[in-house]
């Protein structure tokens, strides 16, 4: 259900614009906070700022007041506060990344159950740190799949460091290893306008990004061999990297038109 204005019932036009208003401009001081408290140990760790919940890392945190938030494990409480306030959602520009595991169904069936379940926490793990560490956002983790944005309040070159997130992805996963990966990985990354806000009914809400950027991002990734990372044109050329020498055009389950993207390595 819709208002006249065109709002959706039960969300304020100011949410909105609170969204837009955040996500738009550049926040040094985040922008600084954030790879410092996403080195400090361990995981879980907040997908806004980044502050780890557990071990060392999280007493210094508890210290200033971050704690773990109780309705929303992926956030600590002083940032639970901004989505609870304000619950709703803008259209930003944004890049997106995702990654996975290549054949992890095969994998699956070699391992032990509890020795696929460490490669996939070491995957989350690796993953997790490397997103932080260029000022990217951890929207979730799906199986073995990882789901990251990048927008401009933590910098306005969001293509280039979602790029180069997922080079290095591959390489924290030894697709430069003369002896090859630990595992095995391929990527995604696409840029556009994304919705990004909080969903979900009363303190049970969580952060999301919506939007056709979020479904290609998620196409380029499924067709990645490992050790590749396909980006669409729009996000190599954003970054500067419109003059790559490996372009091509796919065919996208569900895409009406082929997209044209770069196709990038480790090195």
Same mark, same amino acid.
Not at 3 to 29: C, T
Not at 95 to 118: C, K, N, V, W, Y
Not at 240 to 260: I, M, Y
């Given at each position: 259900?819709?208002?006249?204005?065109?709002?959706?019932?039960?969300?304020?036009?100011?949410? +909105?614009?609170?969204?837009?208003?955040?996500?738009?401009?550049?926040?040094?001081?985040?922008?600084?906070?954030?790879?410092?408290?996403?080195?400090?140990?361990?995981?879980?760790?907040?997908?806004?700022?980044?502050?780890?919940?557990?071990?060392?890392?999280?007493?210094?945190?508890?210290?200033?007041?971050?704690?773990?938030?109780?309705?929303?494990?992926?956030?600590?409480?002083?940032?639970?506060?901004?989505?609870?306030?304000?619950?709703?959602?803008?259209?930003?520009? *944004?890049?997106?990344?995702?990654? +996975?595991?290549?054949?992890?169904?095969?994998?699956?069936?070699?391992?032990?159950?509890?020795?696929?379940?460490?490669?996939?926490?070491?995957?989350?793990?690796?993953?997790?740190?490397?997103?932080?560490?260029?000022?990217?956002?951890?929207?979730?983790?799906?199986?073995?799949?990882?789901?990251?944005?990048?927008?401009?309040?933590? *910098?306005?070159?969001?293509?280039?460091?979602?790029?180069?997130?997922?080079?290095?992805?591959?390489?924290?996963?030894?697709?430069?290893?003369? +002896?090859?990966?630990?595992?095995?990985?391929?990527?995604?990354?696409?840029?556009?306008?994304?919705?990004?806000?909080?969903?979900?009914?009363?303190?049970?809400?969580?952060?999301?990004?919506?939007?056709?950027?979020?479904?290609?991002?998620?196409?380029?990734?499924?067709?990645?061999?490992?050790?590749?990372?396909?980006?669409?044109?729009?996000?190599?050329?954003?970054?500067?990297?419109?003059?790559?020498?490996?372009?091509?055009?796919?065919?996208?389950? *569900?895409?009406?038109?082929?997209?044209?993207?770069?196709?990038?390595?480790?090195?």
């Amino acid at each position: 259900m819709t208002e006249p204005d065109g709002v959706p019932r039960g969300r304020e036009p100011k949410d +909105d614009q609170f969204w837009r208003d955040y996500l738009m401009n550049y926040s040094r001081a985040q922008a600084a906070a954030r790879p410092w408290f996403s080195r400090l140990p361990s995981d879980p760790r907040c997908q806004l700022c980044g502050s780890p919940f557990h071990g060392l890392g999280g007493g210094l945190m508890r210290v200033i007041g971050k704690g773990q938030s109780t309705a929303n494990p992926r956030m600590c409480n002083q940032c639970e506060r901004v989505v609870l306030a304000h619950h709703g959602g803008g259209e930003v520009p *944004g890049t997106m990344l995702f990654a +996975d595991i290549r054949g992890s169904t095969a994998i699956g069936e070699q391992l032990s159950p509890r020795d696929f379940h460490a490669l996939i926490e070491r995957f989350a793990t690796v993953a997790s740190a490397t997103v932080f560490a260029h000022n990217g956002m951890v929207d979730k983790f799906v199986g073995d799949e990882l789901v990251a944005v990048f927008v401009p309040l933590l *910098g306005e070159d969001h293509p280039r460091r979602a790029i180069d997130a997922a080079r290095d992805l591959l390489r924290a996963t030894g697709h430069a290893d003369p +002896d090859g990966p630990w595992v095995p990985v391929g990527a995604g990354v696409h840029s556009g306008l994304v919705w990004f806000g909080a969903v979900g009914e009363g303190v049970h809400v969580e952060l999301t990004m919506l939007g056709d950027v979020v479904n290609t991002t998620a196409r380029l990734a499924a067709s990645a061999a490992a050790g590749e990372v396909l980006v669409s044109t729009d996000a190599a050329t954003a970054a500067g990297l419109e003059n790559a020498s490996d372009h091509r055009s796919l065919e996208l389950k *569900g895409k009406a038109t082929p997209v044209k993207v770069v196709s990038l390595h480790a090195s």
